[in-house]
């Protein structure tokens, strides 16, 4: 039974697989896989469609684009925006602005389901499971304005919980106006984070560890492994899969900071440190209209977001992991 | 169960086709319909969005003898929207739009809306009422639209009239008295609770960073005598923050701040809550827009507060210590209508589009926009002012709300605060016509020390292109030297960043439209 | 579905031999756990308190987990708004329509993307990971979805957002993990590849379907851009244009302080309809638990 646990289930199947095709000729693949590839055809018209037939847009952040003009009559201006972008004064402070709220993301929030998920799955009175599941999913349905709001709610310096509890139980009257300080804006904006999304991504990481055969604990069980071993043993290798194509996918998002939260969460004190990409589009580009601009950061963006995918994968590849593909 | 899930899933599949085929035959032209008489809008929608068919459009398309179609867009996303129309050429032919957001001055400079600048003289309802605002509403001399008549003069203190009773002071008409209205309220413990637990001045923080936004800073300084946003030094058109009143200001601020006298939370206290520290007592004075004070007195009456018209009092603006009294005014518009070239293609329908904004612009169609059906749901009293009436009923409520979330928007002359040419509203309670009594009076009073921003008709290239960004400088120095985070050596050289930003070329820029602007 | 009765009893059995240290855990996940869902949903009865409470109230209150006085006003108002209520069907129905549309496009082309033999696989799912990072932008979309006729279409909510590249690459990774010895069997059955994914592959993934399915509902229930942007006719406006339009705080409207004719709807009839926003779409939840308590084997070996 030992033996069947340490074997990785892909040893077992790549026997079984047919070879991959590569040397087949196409005709023959296509006459085989007829009935594989008919059920590409849906989704890859979708793709073609809705996504790639827009693409042309991104030739924008060449431009200098005007909606009224159109991609034909706007005139053209090569790198300009980009060069606006990189020469910059901000520039480097917007990329370690960005980069810093990015890795405490992975660092917290990321991780933070995971850790929720194996909690519950731990967890052995059924109703308290449910219960539990079912009311730390609720924030992600209450938009970032009322996120801002209630922890207002919670922080205000005047009148605020926080300022409450100091003051009553510690005699401290100082005030402190957390959201309006450098030192508390990240912390804020984690804490915010973790509060709305944790739940929520909880559920993709249960779906995974739904999906364990019983008999492996059964089986560990009768081996003599203990809560621990089992859960390293079998649940962690269950949903370790899972974790690591998030984890390549999310690499992919690592510039993008969300802009109504950072947006509504900025202060002219905090500004400093608040301050992305996505927040510094919104007023050069948005507020200004400059769609040209605002796509030449996007463009960036993405080729960032592509460097970042492709290199991840390549990473979990290399460690023995699958990786996306 | 395998066999009925492969019948749900065809089915799926060939709906799915069926609805793509028959919306990519039904699809296409909407665009480039030019019947006379129909005219199309786009404007912004606050609440709910009006039913065609309703009462209130009903009665309005009867008034004009012409259809309307208004595309009515949530307030929060009109940029985005405003946008992709611009794109697609499904643009409706009026659209209301801020005349000084950069992406309708580019494209109005590229000619996608009609240049009315000597047109409107023939329309006799459309004629600008007041030249100045109707300049201060172009882009550079140049009119792109019919400017909606806002109040000219709203600026004004809010205070806790209970209080200053209370502290013994009268109602401050200088700024020194301000302070000392302001120190009484935190020191001699105006609620009477015992603790010393509360502040004279509410500031929020400002949802625009920007410079001269209307915020109670840029009031404050005007008040000290600094420019209103732009004003003329030694010849020379000026920003307000490069005058030593704006520094004189903010150190008179700071100096509040430092001793309590404002609240703690003022960079980041949330707009919508702006009234609540007033209410609950913890802040006893609001430096904003004259009809706060009605908010304020809806919030006591609520609570069921007998003597709620006892607990508001409202003064003008203050003169500074030598006596010298400068009044912060608006820009007396708000938005403008423009008109499409492309669904208005030729000179005799831009007429015909006018004809019917000038039948709009009359007394009865401007009613019609503000206030709704007279004898549906309000009366006129004294001839001059509307009173709502069956106000539970259901139908009644939705002409109501048809005026207040969405036809309103379409009114140039004036709004149901104001009146305008259509009836001013108010609420049929004593202390509500007292204050707005006052307010009347203020407004008179405060109108003859007012100073204008004098580079309102001009929009700099530099500030279209870097001004969002720079702007925001001034702002969150500001905020900042107030907080404490940077001193006054430090709020120069954030001054100074500005400047050299694009700031310098602005200025340069300015003075030059100016110059050229006709006289 | 009878498995299930049987491994719950076994799963009880458990906790017998439980060790100390097992038990000291189990205490601290409880305790921890509680705590988590405690720190989440306080917040959240003060948005529904708030709902019920008077406008002085929320004004005078910072914080409370029960009004002083019920006032059901908020609720009366956005009930007695002529349009909530068919915005609230219509809502509900493109929700229903589109989650199936989404999960089918989703389901199908995941399955063939799972076949590593398959040749061209590779290239596909390149193509797919490039649009996750890549766009053309809301213009450009838009001016396509306009080609299509698809503008005041319910479907314009639907087809754009069809398949969610980052759920396709979750399913497909999903559809790797399956044994494969169930359908190597069909196939000798005499399957095609469709009917293994019909007969074999689709009953297996239940709680992965509920889990998507959920997905899915939430991303079109909660859109706004969407029906903002393709939907101009007001009596097509799905619920969440009313839920911004009444809570929104407005980037814009920052610039447009200075006309503040308009006012704002009060703190109560905010806090009410997230309230009555959220509820309907938090009922799907329960339905979906029922999938992840029976696991995929038990379920599917049955079949």
Redesign the interface.
């Known amino acids: 039974m030992a033996t069947d646990l340490a074997t990785p289930p892909t040893a077992a199947r790549k026997s079984t697989r047919p070879k991959r095709a590569d040397k087949v000729p196409l005709g023959m693949a296509v006459l085989r896989y007829r009935w594989l590839y008919l059920m590409l055809v849906p989704g890859v018209a979708y793709f073609a469609i809705f996504k790639y037939l827009p693409m042309y847009g991104v030739t924008i952040a060449f431009q200098d684009y005007l909606p009224f003009l159109g991609y034909s009559g706007s005139p053209w201006v090569g790198l300009k925006h980009f060069e606006q972008l990189f020469s910059g004064p901000d520039f480097a402070r917007l990329l370690a602005n960005t980069l810093i709220l990015a890795a405490l993301h992975i660092l917290f929030v990321f991780t933070a389901p995971v850790i929720v998920a194996l909690m519950l799955n731990e967890l052995r009175v059924n109703i308290l499971k449910r219960s539990i599941q079912s009311l730390i999913y609720i924030p992600h349905f209450l938009s970032w304005t009322i996120v801002a709001a209630l922890t207002y709610v919670l922080f205000a310096a005047d009148f605020g919980v926080i300022a409450g509890w100091m003051r009553d139980l510690l005699g401290d009257t100082t005030k402190i106006d957390y959201m309006a300080q450098e030192q508390w804006f990240r912390e804020i904006v984690i804490m915010q984070q973790l509060w709305k999304m944790t739940g929520w991504g909880t559920i993709i990481y249960l779906a995974a560890l739904a999906g364990v055969d019983p008999n492996l604990y059964e089986a560990a069980r009768m081996d003599g492994a203990g809560r621990f071993r089992q859960l390293w043993h079998v649940t962690l290798p269950a949903i370790r899969p899972t974790v690591v194509v998030m984890a390549i996918l999310a690499s992919g998002n690592l510039l993008d900071s969300g802009f109504e939260q950072i947006w509504l969460m900025t202060t002219s004190l905090n500004r400093e440190v608040a301050e992305v990409f996505d927040t510094y589009v919104y007023y050069a580009g948005v507020q200004n209209g400059n769609f040209s601009y605002s796509t030449a950061v996007g463009l960036f963006k993405g080729v960032a977001g592509v460097i970042l995918i492709f290199g991840s994968n390549w990473l979990a590849k290399r460690m023995g992991q699958r990786g996306l593909f | 169960?395998?066999a009925s899930?492969?019948r749900r899933?065809l089915a799926?599949?060939l709906t799915?086709t069926a609805?793509?085929t028959a919306?990519?035959?039904?699809?296409?032209g909407?665009a480039a319909q030019s019947d006379p008489n129909t005219i199309t809008f786009m404007a912004k929608?606050?609440?709910?969005?009006?039913?065609p068919t309703g009462e209130l459009q009903q009665a309005i398309e009867k008034f004009l003898g012409k259809k309307i179609k208004v595309?009515?867009?949530?307030?929060?996303?009109?940029?985005?929207?405003m946008?992709?129309t611009?794109?697609?050429d499904?643009i409706p032919q009026v659209v209301v739009v801020?005349p000084k957001?950069?992406?309708?001055v580019?494209?109005a400079q590229?000619?996608?809306f009609w240049d009315l600048t000597d047109k409107l003289d023939k329309y006799p309802n459309l004629k600008p009422t007041d030249a100045q605002t109707a300049l201060n509403a172009s882009v550079n001399g140049k009119t792109y639209g019919l400017y909606r008549m806002?109040p000219l003069l709203r600026s004004a203190i809010i205070i806790r009239k209970d209080w200053l009773e209370k502290v013994g002071l009268k109602e401050p008409t200088t700024v020194d008295e301000f302070y000392e209205v302001a120190k009484a309220f935190t020191e001699k413990d105006p609620d009477g609770n015992g603790k010393k637990d509360t502040y004279g001045l509410i500031i929020p923080?400002w949802?625009?960073?920007?410079y001269a936004?209307?915020?109670p800073y840029d009031v404050v300084e005007t008040w000290f005598g600094a420019p209103n946003g732009w004003g003329e030094r030694d010849g020379k058109v000026v920003p307000g923050f490069d005058t030593p009143e704006f520094i004189e200001a903010n150190k008179f601020l700071k100096k509040m701040v430092d001793e309590g006298l404002i609240?703690?939370?003022f960079?980041?206290?949330?707009t919508?809550?702006w009234?609540?520290?007033f209410?609950?007592g913890?802040g006893g004075m609001i430096i904003d827009?004259n009809?706060r004070s009605r908010?304020v007195l809806?919030?006591?009456r609520?609570?069921g507060d007998k003597d709620y018209g006892d607990k508001v009092t409202m003064v003008g603006n203050l003169a500074r210590s030598d006596g010298k009294k400068f009044s912060y005014p608006?820009?007396g518009y708000?938005?403008s209508l423009a008109i499409s070239k492309?669904s208005v293609r030729t000179e005799a329908e831009l007429d015909n589009v006018l004809k019917t904004l000038d039948k709009l612009a009359t007394k009865e169609g401007q009613v019609l926009l503000q206030n709704g059906i007279e004898g549906r749901n309000f009366k006129v009293d004294n001839g001059d002012t509307a009173t709502l009436i069956n106000v539970d009923d259901?139908a009644v409520?939705?002409v109501q709300d048809n005026v207040?979330d969405a036809f309103?928007q379409l009114s140039t002359k004036g709004?149901?605060?104001i009146g305008g040419i259509a009836y001013q509203r108010i609420p049929p309670f004593q202390p509500y016509r007292d204050i707005i009594d006052k307010q009347k009076k203020l407004v008179e009073e405060d109108l003859k020390t007012a100073v204008h921003n004098v580079a309102l008709p001009v929009v700099a290239p530099t500030q279209?292109?870097k001004?969002?960004?720079i702007d925001?400088i001034i702002?969150?120095a500001?905020?900042?030297f107030l907080?404490g985070?940077i001193d006054e050596a430090g709020l120069k050289a954030e001054i100074q960043k500005w400047h050299d930003?694009g700031g310098t070329q602005i200025i340069t820029e300015v003075n030059d439209l100016l110059a050229k602007l006709p006289k | 579905m009878t498995t299930m009765t049987e491994t719950k009893p076994k799963k009880l059995a458990v906790e017998h031999h439980g060790s100390a240290g097992s038990r000291v855990f189990d205490v601290l996940n409880v305790v921890a756990l509680v705590g988590l869902a405690l720190i989440t949903v306080l917040p959240l009865i003060y948005v529904l308190a708030a709902s019920l409470a008077s406008e002085p109230e929320i004004a005078a209150r910072p914080f409370f987990l029960w009004p002083e006085k019920v006032v059901t006003e908020a609720y009366e108002y956005i009930f007695a708004t002529p349009t909530f209520i068919r915005s609230l069907l219509t809502t509900v129905v493109v929700t229903a329509v589109g989650m199936v549309v989404q999960v089918m496009l989703t389901f199908t082309m995941a399955y063939p993307l799972a076949k590593r033999y398959l040749p061209g696989r590779t290239l596909v799912l390149n193509l797919v990971i490039f649009t996750m990072v890549f766009s053309g932008g809301m213009i450009p979309t838009y001016l396509v979805v306009r080609d299509l006729g698809l503008l005041d279409s319910y479907w314009a909510l639907i087809l754009p957002l069809a398949i969610n590249p980052f759920y396709l690459i979750i399913v497909k990774s999903f559809f790797q993990e399956l044994p494969q010895a169930l359908e190597e069997a069909a196939r000798i059955d005499g399957c095609n590849e469709m009917g293994v994914f019909l007969k074999i592959v689709l009953p297996l993934s239940k709680p992965i379907i509920a889990t998507f399915s959920l997905f899915y509902a939430v991303a079109i229930w909660n859109d706004y851009m969407s029906p903002l942007l393709y939907i101009s006719d007001p009596d097509k406006w799905t619920l969440q244009i009313l839920v911004r339009q009444l809570i929104a705080t407005d980037p814009a409207a920052a610039l447009s302080q200075m006309d503040r004719t308009w006012v704002p709807p009060e703190q109560g009839v905010k806090f009410a309809i997230i309230v009555i926003a959220t509820l309907p779409i938090l009922f799907f939840y329960p339905f979906l638990q029922k999938h992840f308590a029976k696991g995929v084997l038990i379920g599917g070996v049955k079949e």
């Open positions: 169960m395998s899930r492969r899933l799926g599949v799915l609805a793509l919306s990519a035959c039904s699809g296409g909407e929608l606050f609440g709910t969005a009006p039913e595309t009515w867009v949530p307030n929060a996303e009109y940029t985005e929207k946008n992709v611009l794109a697609s499904s801020d957001m950069p992406a309708f580019k494209a590229a000619g996608a806002r923080k949802p625009s960073s920007s936004s209307a915020s609240n703690p939370d960079a980041t206290l949330d919508a809550k009234n609540e520290p209410f609950h913890r827009v009809i908010q809806d919030l006591f609520e609570n608006f820009t708000a938005d492309q259901p409520r939705t207040d309103t709004t149901m605060d279209v292109e001004g969002p960004q925001k702002g969150d500001r905020v900042k907080s985070a930003g």
